[in-house]
C-alpha cells in the first residue's frame, strides 16, 4: 500500500476583493511508496506550496482526498491535527524555524516535550540521529552560535526525532550555500537509505537530481514525471535540466 496517495486533488481560491477564482491546483495524482525520495518541481506559482500545505494538513483541497497510510487527512478531527501531524509527519523548512533562545538540543526535542515524552527517550532517540547528521558537538550550542549549515541539519534532526511517516521538506537547501547544501543532500540520500521516506519541494536541480522520482508541476497539475533508475546524479541531473527546458519553452505532457 502506498504511504501517501493523492486523488484529484483540486484547489480554488477566491479573492478577498471582487470574488475572483484561482485555480491553485487541478485534479492532481500521484502516490508515494515507503522508502522512497520524491522531489517536486516547477516554476513559482506552479502550485508547489499550496500542495504542501495541502499534504501537511495545513490546508484543505477545494475536491479530491489525500490518504496518508490510508487515512483521509480530511477525517482528521481539528483537535487532532496538531498531535497528528507531530505523530505522522516532519517538517524541514528553508528558514530552519529554530527558537533563537532554545539550544539545537532543546530546539530538536520540541516535538517529543510536546507529545510528553519522557528525558530518557528523548535522549535514547536523539544520539544516533545526531551522529548520523554530525552535531553531536554542537548540541548544547545556541542557533546564533553555528552556521546556516549546521543550523539545518538541526531542524532535520528535530523532523527525525519523532520518527515520522513522511518528511515533508519544502525549498531545505534555499538558505545554504553550495558547500551546505551538497552536505545537506548527502545526508537526506543516508537518511532515506536507512528507511525514511522524504517528499522534497525545491527549485534547485542539484538537490532535486539527488532524488529517486521528480514531480514536475506546472499549472496547477502533474506534468510529467522522472525517475532515476540506474542514472547517477549527474545524468539525473541533465534529464531535470532538460526537462525544465521543455516545462518552460511548453513540450508533450506524460511520463
Keep these: 500500500m502506498a504511504l501517501l496517495d493523492v486523488k484529484n486533488v483540486r484547489k480554488i481560491y477566491t479573492a478577498r476583493f471582487g470574488g475572483n477564482q484561482v485555480e491553485a491546483l487541478r485534479d492532481v495524482n ?9 522531489a517536486i518541481m516547477g516554476e513559482s506559482g506552479s502550485g508547489k506550496t499550496t500542495l504542501l500545505n495541502i499534504l501537511a494538513a495545513l490546508d484543505k483541497p477545494s475536491s479530491g482526498k489525500v490518504f496518508l497510510k490510508g487515512r483521509d487527512l480530511s477525517q482528521v478531527k481539528e483537535r487532532e491535527l496538531a498531535a497528528f501531524r ?7 523548512f528553508q528558514d530552519f524555524n529554530l527558537l533563537d533562545t532554545f539550544s539545537l538540543k532543546d530546539n530538536i526535542f520540541l ?3 510536546l507529545s510528553g515524552r519522557k528525558y530518557d527517550e528523548m535522549e535514547k532517540r536523539l544520539l544516533p540521529i545526531a ?3 554530525g552535531i553531536e558537538e554542537l548540541l548544547e550550542k545556541y542557533p546564533y552560535e553555528v552556521s546556516g549549515g549546521q543550523k539545518q541539519r538541526a531542524a532535520v534532526a528535530r523532523a527525525l526525532i519523532t520518527k515520522p511517516q513522511l518528511i515533508l521538506a519544502d525549498e531545505p537547501t534555499g538558505a545554504l550555500d553550495s558547500k551546505a547544501a551538497d552536505e545537506l543532500m548527502k545526508h537526506f540520500t543516508k537518511i532515506n537509505e536507512d528507511g525514511q521516506t522524504i517528499l522534497m519541494v525545491t527549485h534547485s536541480v542539484k538537490a532535486a537530481s539527488n532524488a529517486d522520482r521528480i ?5 496547477g497539475e502533474v506534468f510529467h514525471q522522472l ?3 540506474n542514472l547517477s546524479n549527474e545524468q539525473m541531473y541533465q534529464k531535470i535540466a532538460d526537462t525544465l ?3 518552460t519553452t511548453g513540450g508533450v505532457k506524460g511520463e
Design 227 to 229: 525517475y532515476r533508475g
Design 30 to 38: 500521484f502516490s508515494v511508496e515507503p522508502r522512497e525520495y520524491v
Design 131 to 133: 551522529k548520523v547528521l
Design 245 to 247: 527546458t521543455v516545462l
Design 215 to 219: 514531480l514536475f508541476i506546472k499549472d
Design 86 to 92: 507531530r505523530q505522522n509527519l516532519g517538517f524541514v
Design 111 to 113: 516535538p517529543l516535550v
